[in-house]
């Protein structure tokens, strides 16, 4: 059926002439009123994206702009009611039709959203205007939206944000006077050289305020100049005179480049200043003095910084001033007679040749730049002035090496930022992939290990649940492989001698490669140790090893080496996500075909191989490149076309004990009765792990998000565990629901799960403080151990909580005595390790100050002086042996965010007799600092304002008497002269001797 109003309405205005509104709250298109076929009409004929939501349901009506802007959503949305169409922003459209159908109006200006247009979350940011529309009697009853996308605007003002940083930060560096200008000319910054230059201060120059410092007889040719340069985008080059800081007018050569983007439109201007005063006075001097060559002239002949040359019409050299000889190299004796061609840089040859026929032909050059070959090789830019008199050519020539270096470094420094965002770009987005697969294959593994019980008694058939299930590990790996780009994964890092770690490949990989591959391991002696992930390690060097054995194709020698390395700040520079430092270094080297440049640029990306297809996933070296970077270290690739590649890790040293590997699992796996609360937001991995721990002989509660998990915790049902997933959607996040919980129930234990951490519960690749955590996908066996070993813990610190303050400090008593005797203290610690047990876990790290006994297997840090195999009681100080008494009555400062631990460490630190003041921040603490005073502050690393080290460095110059202890899981970046680490969870044994040595 025709419908006039709908004429010239595009495409859409065809979808919605057969569109069934009789379904709608609007009813049936015959019998839509004046005013709406009018509002539809002038929408429809809007180039702009328009939307009119009708109705207190908000019934949708749009243009082909809005249809272009809805994405995926259209044309489902046409018809359907706002909230149920965007049901992520159903918010904010609600409050919309409330205001408008109530007569008001909106305006919002680049609105931020997270909208799902293709189907995932999507970043935008839109100008929204809403205004009523009104009935024929003048009611409002719908709202007409005006919806323009500012997305692009808004993501480009933020890359020119971070360009214009860039520029001046460099520009900053260098000891020219640089500035900038806008499009328009209109100049907006300058740096601190042309401020100090001119005696001026930051702000006095910008706009058309710079014309001050210009002397008056110059200001209209520049003001000209400048404006048709502007004008015409084309380079502006004037020479004029600029006041100094002290009064004096020197000549400069200002010189500015317009930015100009690929639609070739000027973004804006980059100038530079240069003082040629000197040039200028040289030039004048040279063509009013040929024929009296005064003594004053010889003087500035032979000191003058700049080149100075004279030659004849044709090029031939006759005299050259000591600044050629010391720029350039070569004496006055072997340049006398050569022509001026012989020592230019053949690309300049052609030009400087014609710049010579100008000055035959009487032309004066000004600025004119060429490359001058040095005698010992390379070459110097040099911009020359010169004028031709008698026959004559004299010119001087200014050499702009480092101007131009700096230019290129600026320029390098933009490609590699540029190749940083992109990694990142592309780990983010590898990341969520690997969530989403992870979430995948653990409703697939889960459902194979609960069907595996079922076909116990069919061979045939446990043999293909067998083979998917190796498919599922196999998927995990590439799973693992993309986290470990996207630096997501949690590493578990240990101190090792990755020398004797790499050692122990030698036969795995000699059996992974083959008898064709020769095999060579070369450790250096006095290795370093290193804080890293030895299972991710393992991945790394097999991965490279196996892209070495193919790119020999299976003939060849692979040469492994392992040893010290120090890169010092000359290569950081050169490597600006790199702190230059000492680290542990490890090179595979092969003796393959190596790699082209252009291979070597790509070598990182994901998915990127050079293999025929179906012979690798491309993830291998993006796996190692994402880990040693993860781990605070570095990759570099040396390689050429037929000459072998040598991929170098520099992971970071670290200066602690090694620490002990960690025993196999043995343990049974084994049920329960208590309560978990499984929080999963994906329907079929919730689905599964109820199964899972329900046949485990658990009870079950089961929650889609937090919110719902929360509910549940709040009816009052008792809970034993909290099992939640780390990324869910809502506004509550795990973590909080993890706080709310404890708060809630002081007793539970929560085990954390996912395929992708975020940044919610780990940092720095290791996990927070108190957090364990489950990764997907996982198999029934670790499912069970881990869920027995979380509620272990708790149990244990249940029951360390329950003990009276009168038992805990009989127990120190006993233990200030023992010291008295070494070996019957170290038969005292022995039999309390017995009377904990499996309780212990030596894994995880916790806050929960309950739990600080369980961790007397921490070896402490060894005693200065004294070697470090030596067993623990000879390594005591003999001071320490009176410690329990001798130390107390001392002035503590405890810094420490976690409130419960930050009360059971002061109460603990009292019973030992000290005076304590606790803070749970650095602002309190240095105000405690300021109005008292303190012997000892004992600090967490991570507080919430400042840092430990930061706080600790403050500190200690408000009172350089104050000795520092860090109490932290982790270890600070540089420890501070005379400060002890207290590795967290630490036993009553460690902080009383830490309090001794101190």
């Known amino acids: 059926m025709n419908y006039p109003f709908l004429n010239g309405g595009g495409h859409i205005a065809q979808i919605i002439a057969s569109y069934d509104w009789a379904g709608t709250a609007l009813g049936a298109i015959d019998t839509w009123s004046q005013s709406l076929k009018t509002t539809v009409s002038t929408m429809l004929r809007s180039t702009l994206p328009m939307v009119a939501l009708l109705g207190d349901e908000g019934v949708m009506i749009y243009n082909d702009g809005y249809s272009e802007f809805a994405g995926r959503r259209h044309p489902m949305s046409l018809g359907s009611n706002v909230r149920e169409s965007w049901p992520e922003v159903a918010d904010h459209n609600d409050y919309v039709i409330r205001v408008a159908l109530a007569g008001g109006t909106l305006a919002y200006k680049d609105q931020e959203m997270t909208l799902l247009r293709s189907g995932k979350p999507e970043q935008v940011w839109m100008n929204l205007d809403y205004a009523p529309i009104l009935d024929e009697a003048g009611k409002p009853w719908g709202v007409l939206v005006v919806v323009v996308d500012t997305t692009d605007k808004i993501r480009a003002e933020q890359q020119l944000r971070a360009s214009e940083n860039t520029f001046r930060t460099l520009a900053q560096a260098i000891p020219s006077q640089v500035w900038s200008a806008d499009a328009d000319g209109s100049l907006n910054w300058f740096n601190e050289q042309v401020y100090r230059y001119s005696g001026t201060q930051p702000g006095q120059l910008t706009g058309d305020a710079w014309t001050a410092i210009v002397h008056a007889d110059d200001s209209a040719k520049v003001a000209a100049a400048w404006r048709a340069s502007v004008a015409t985008a084309q380079n502006f080059e004037v020479e004029y005179r600029i006041r100094r800081a002290d009064g004096a007018w020197r000549w400069h050569i200002v010189r500015?480049?317009?930015?100009?983007?690929?639609?070739?439109?000027?973004q804006r201007w980059v100038g530079t200043s240069t003082d040629i005063e000197d040039q200028k006075a040289t030039a004048s001097k040279l063509q009013l003095q040929v024929a009296e060559r005064t003594a004053e002239r010889d003087r500035m002949w032979r000191h003058a910084?700049?080149?100075?040359?004279?030659?004849?019409?044709?090029?031939?050299?006759?005299?050259?001033?000591?600044a050629f000889t010391r720029l350039l190299g070569w004496d006055e004796a072997e340049i006398i007679g050569t022509s001026i061609h012989k020592i230019i840089h053949p690309d300049d040859a052609q030009s400087s040749l014609a710049e010579m026929d100008s000055l035959a032909q009487?032309?004066?050059?000004?600025?004119?730049?060429?490359?001058t070959l040095r005698k010992g090789g390379g070459h110097a830019i040099l911009s020359w002035t010169a004028v031709p008199?008698?026959?004559?050519?004299?010119?001087?020539?200014?050499?702009?090496?480092?101007e131009r270096a700096a230019a290129e470094e600026m320029r390098r420094t933009s490609l590699k930022l540029q190749q940083a965002q992109k990694m990142e770009a592309i780990g983010k987005l590898t990341g969520g992939v690997a969530h989403d697969f992870n979430n995948l294959l653990q409703v697939i593994s889960g459902n194979l290990q609960l069907l595996a019980a079922d076909v116990a008694d069919m061979p045939r058939a446990q043999r293909r649940v067998e083979q998917a299930l190796a498919g599922v590990t196999r998927g995990a790996k590439l799973a693992s492989y993309l986290l470990a780009f996207g630096r997501r994964q949690a590493l578990d890092p240990r101190v090792v001698r990755i020398g004797r770690f790499i050692a122990g490949m030698e036969d795995m990989l000699r059996r992974s490669l083959g008898e064709e591959i020769e095999v060579e391991t070369v450790i250096s002696g006095g290795l370093w140790n290193t804080l890293v992930d030895t299972a991710q390690v393992e991945n790394a060097v097999l991965n490279l090893c196996i892209n070495a054995r193919d790119a020999m194709d299976g003939v060849g020698k692979l040469t492994i080496e392992v040893g010290n390395a120090m890169l010092d700040d000359h290569y950081a520079r050169n490597h600006p996500e790199l702190s230059p430092g000492q680290y542990v270094m490890?090179?595979?080297s092969d003796t393959g075909a190596g790699m082209s440049p252009e291979i070597m640029a790509q070598a990182f990306d994901p998915f990127f191989s050079t293999k025929p297809e179906g012979k690798g996933s491309g993830l291998g070296l993006s796996m190692v490149y994402g880990f040693v970077r993860q781990s605070g270290g570095h990759v570099q690739i040396y390689s050429e076309p037929g000459c072998g590649t040598t991929v170098k890790l520099y992971l970071p040293r670290s200066t602690d004990i090694e620490d002990a590997p960690a025993p196999p699992e043995t343990r049974a796996v084994v049920g329960g009765q208590e309560t978990i609360l499984v929080a999963e937001d994906d329907e079929g991995v919730r689905a599964t792990v109820v199964e899972m721990l329900g046949e485990l002989g658990y009870r079950v509660l089961k929650a889609s998000d937090a919110a719902s998990a929360l509910s549940i915790i709040d009816s009052?049902?008792?809970?034993?565990?909290?099992?939640?997933?780390?990324?869910?959607p809502g506004p509550l996040r795990s973590p909080d629901l993890a706080r709310k919980a404890r708060e809630r129930l002081p007793g539970i234990a929560v085990l954390f799960t996912s395929g992708y951490t975020e940044n919610a519960i780990v940092h720095g690749g290791r996990l927070d403080a108190g957090v364990d955590l489950l990764g997907k996908p996982y198999t029934r066996e670790a499912l069970a151990r881990k869920v027995r070993h979380v509620l272990a813990n708790r149990q244990h610190a249940a029951q360390l909580a329950a003990q009276p303050a009168a038992?805990?400090?009989a127990q120190l008593a006993r233990r200030a005595e023992v010291v008295e005797a070494p070996e019957m203290a170290e038969q005292a610690e022995h039999a309390e390790l017995a009377e904990a047990g499996d309780a212990a876990d030596t894994s995880a790290d916790t806050t929960d100050m309950a739990a600080i006994p369980a961790t007397t297997t921490m070896a402490p840090d060894p005693v200065p002086g004294q070697p470090a195999g030596q067993p623990a009681a000879d390594r005591r100080d003999g001071g320490r042996r009176d410690a329990g008494r001798r130390d107390a009555g001392r002035r503590i400062l405890l810094v420490e965010d976690e409130p419960e631990l930050r009360e059971t460490t002061a109460e603990l630190l009292e019973l030992l007799g000290h005076q304590?003041?606790?803070?749970?921040d650095a602002s309190s603490a240095l105000a405690a600092l300021d109005g008292g005073e303190f012997d000892i502050m004992l600090t967490d690393i991570s507080l919430p304002d400042l840092s430990g080290e930061v706080l600790a460095a403050r500190a200690l110059a408000l009172r350089p008497g104050l000795r520092v202890i860090f109490a932290s899981g982790q270890t600070p970046r540089s420890m501070l002269d005379g400060a002890q680490l207290l590795l967290k969870p630490f036993s009553i044994d460690q902080l009383v001797e830490a309090l001794a040595r101190i």
Request: proline share 4%; hydrophobic share 50%; aromatic share 6%.
């Open 716 to 728: 009052g049902m008792p809970i034993d565990l909290l099992f939640t997933d780390v990324v869910m």
């Open 362 to 371: 009487g032309h004066s050059t000004f600025k004119f730049e060429n490359r």
């Open 916 to 920: 304590v003041s606790a803070c749970g």
């Open 389 to 402: 008199d008698e026959g004559f050519i004299h010119a001087v020539g200014r050499d702009m090496t480092a």
């Open 807 to 809: 038992a805990m400090l």
């Open 305 to 322: 910084t700049d080149v100075m040359l004279v030659t004849t019409l044709d090029g031939w050299i006759t005299a050259a001033n000591p």
């Open 586 to 588: 490890i090179a595979v």
């Open 256 to 266: 500015a480049m317009p930015i100009i983007d690929d639609n070739g439109v000027v």
